[in-house]
């Protein structure tokens, strides 16, 4: 069974361009998780996707959106890019019967580099 | 607000040796723990779960330890390897929404 995949793998952007970041879920799992990792801190949490709608979002301004498509996959959009938004990007995916129980299987990442 | 602490932030010790990691939460309300092992540049992945009646529950060489009343919980490591050296990361979730500590940096080394 294929795992949660990422694309791209690394992302180099400069400053006020926009960032399109893809994930798509283990097979029949309908939510979808976006996290920031900037380097040398924890895991903040982004977005929360299910069955197609943003269930909750993070302490993150506006400028970080995402949508989740029919088929569960997902997209991360953060527009006029700053420096600090620099960090890997991890998307994981739940089934929603677990989802309660925090069983979220996490892709590789996409590292954003913003220069 | 819901906090996980980790420490330390860092370690290194010789392949071959134990370490414990500790991990401190105020999550309410507490639903379940998890220790997550992270290379670099990678995601993290599950190495333990533990809800509130588990006291000890084993991976391996990994052992992880659960105290509902004082809210910790560590994470033992046993006879060390090479490929231990990565980012443990404890996750407590409160139900509805996962708490991420920052996580012990462990190296070990030759």
């Known amino acids: 069974e294929a795992g949660v995949t990422q694309s791209p793998t690394h992302l180099i952007k400069t400053r006020g361009q926009q960032a399109t970041l893809r994930c798509s879920p283990i097979s029949g799992h309908t939510s979808v998780y976006w996290y920031q990792q900037a380097l040398g801190l924890g895991l903040q949490f982004l977005l929360w996707?299910?069955?197609?709608?943003?269930?909750n979002r993070g302490n993150f301004p506006p400028r970080f959106s995402g949508r989740q498509f029919p088929n569960y996959s997902s997209e991360l959009n953060v527009n006029a890019l700053e420096l600090e938004d620099s960090a890997l990007y991890l998307c994981a995916s739940s089934l929603e019967k677990v989802r309660r129980w925090g069983e979220q299987y996490f892709g590789p990442g996409t590292r954003l580099t913003v220069t | 607000k819901n906090q996980v602490e980790q420490s330390p932030q860092s370690l290194i010790i010789l392949e071959g040796k134990n370490c414990t990691l500790q991990c401190n939460y105020t999550v309410s309300p507490f639903s379940n723990l998890r220790w997550y092992k992270q290379d670099t540049g990678r995601g993290p992945v599950s190495l333990t779960i533990?809800?509130?009646?588990?006291n000890t529950k084993s991976n391996g060489r990994y052992t992880a330890t659960l105290d509902a009343d004082t809210k910790q919980s560590s994470l033992h490591i046993t006879a060390s390897q090479l490929s231990d050296s990565a980012s443990y990361i404890c996750?407590?979730?409160?139900?509805?929404?996962?708490?991420f500590g920052g996580g012990t940096r462990l190296m070990v080394k030759p």
């Open positions: 996707y299910d069955e197609g709608e943003e269930r």
């Open positions: 996750v407590v979730n409160a139900g509805n929404m996962l708490t």
């Open positions: 533990m809800t509130f009646s588990e």
